[in-house]
């Protein structure tokens, strides 16, 4: 029995591409690959050959994080990615030169959007709590709709190559970073907290991420999110708001 086939997001899709391309060929695009069963038929002229090779790459990519996620970056293999990509062999080795070359590019495409979606959602927040806790259900909701993409970022990156595990560490040390400076620019108690506070904060909870999906338990990542907040405010703002931080999140549960 054959592997699943993945099925690009029109969103994801969209953003990826950018806007080289007019919408309504990017709309052509996924219509004919959802009247052919997820592959491009063969010979296909009505698109302009670097969409469709751009498409590919995404699929490819996609197909990446979907068969390390089912099998381990290990156990996974080049025949699994193009089985679930719905391209050749020769295709594959049109954008990468090996399985790493694709891992690496998917985990930067994946680290990029979820960066991307968890600043902006803490952007929206008026108070320091209030830009944690909208930055936090941007982790999770991320988590909840990509679950293949963000079981590759945070689980299988530590099994993959030196230079995967280096990438892992920088995505972790962006958000430390950005919590350290937004607790700078709006806790007037900040100042004596060190980026160390941070560190401890964001892999603190990376820990709890990690302990749920190496075991492929995504239907328990939203019960996380009052000991999430509990956990980042404590370090922040002592037992006290902790404590209350936690009892919201707890009543509305």
């Known amino acids: 029995m054959g592997a699943d086939r993945i099925e690009l ?21 996924i219509e004919l690959l959802a009247s052919s069963e997820g592959k491009f038929p063969s010979g296909v002229r009505k698109l302009p050959s670097d969409l469709v090779r751009a498409i590919q790459r995404e699929r490819l990519l996609s197909a990446m994080l979907m068969a390390t996620s089912e099998l381990g970056y290990r156990r996974a293999n080049v025949q699994d990615v193009i089985d679930r990509a719905g391209v050749s062999r020769p295709t594959f080795y049109e954008h990468f030169g090996n399985k790493e070359d694709c ?47 963000v079981r590759t970022v945070v689980v299988e990156a530590r099994a993959a190559s030196a230079e995967a595990v280096l990438r892992r560490v920088e995505l972790l040390d962006h958000f430390s970073v950005c919590l350290d400076s937004r607790a700078r620019a709006m806790l007037p108690a900040a100042a004596r907290f060190t980026e160390v506070t941070a560190a401890g904060v964001v892999g603190g909870i990376e820990a709890l991420l990690y302990a749920r999906l190496c075991k492929s338990q ?9 000991s999430m907040m509990y ?23």
């Not at 995504?218 to 009052?226: A, H, I, R, S």
């Not at 902790?242 to 509305?252: K, T």
Request: hydrophobic letters at 45%; zero cysteines.
């Open 9 to 29: 997001s029109h969103q994801n899709l969209l953003a990826a591409l950018g806007d080289q391309w007019p919408p309504e060929q990017v709309d052509a695009a």
């Open 103 to 149: 891992f690496l590019a998917a985990f930067d495409s994946s680290a990029r959007r979820l960066r991307d979606q968890v600043d902006a959602a803490a952007d929206e927040g008026s108070s320091w709590r209030e830009q944690v806790r909208f930055g936090m259900r941007a982790v999770l909701d991320f988590a909840s709709a990509e679950p293949d993409t």
């Open 218 to 226: 995504f239907d328990q990542l939203e019960g996380l999110y009052p």
């Open 231 to 253: 956990f980042a405010v404590l370090s922040y703002e002592g037992h006290a708001a902790a404590s209350e931080e936690l009892a919201l999140h707890s009543a509305s549960a």
